[in-house]
């Protein structure tokens, strides 16, 4: 069993900065892409940023310029560093990773919650 578990959230105000990580375990062969994902009540699961396995990273258009993600591909870790944080950036967070165990599949952590607000 492949598990993702994010840590790093918590509650912080507008301006402020955050690391996001998320650690892979389990029979892993290899990850392919992974991303962080976020979703409110009120609003569908979202891409935020995006890395492949070779380290090329796409970001969503509302965190372009202030989130920046990267991996430590040895050591099945992800990152999510977020800087200029925005009351809209509330959410939770989820890791997501496509991982060769036997064949590919995609795997999600529970999420973390972060809450920017003064």
């Known amino acids: 069993q492949v598990q993702l578990v994010e840590s790093g959230g918590g509650l912080v105000q507008p301006g402020g900065s955050l690391r996001l990580s998320c650690a892979a375990s389990?029979?892993?062969?290899?990850?392919?892409?992974m991303g962080w994902y976020r979703q409110t009540p009120e609003n569908e699961r979202e891409l935020v940023a995006h890395i492949t396995a070779g380290g090329s990273t796409q970001y969503g258009d509302s965190v372009r310029g202030r989130f920046t993600i990267s991996r430590d591909t040895a050591k099945n870790l992800l990152y999510l560093q977020m800087d200029s944080l925005k009351p809209e950036d509330t959410a939770v967070y989820f890791c997501?990773?496509?991982?060769?165990?036997?064949?590919?599949?995609?795997?999600w952590g529970q999420g973390t919650q972060v809450t920017v607000s003064t």
């Open positions: 997501n990773a496509e991982v060769w165990e036997s064949g590919w599949g995609e795997y």
């Open positions: 389990g029979n892993i062969f290899s990850i392919n892409d």
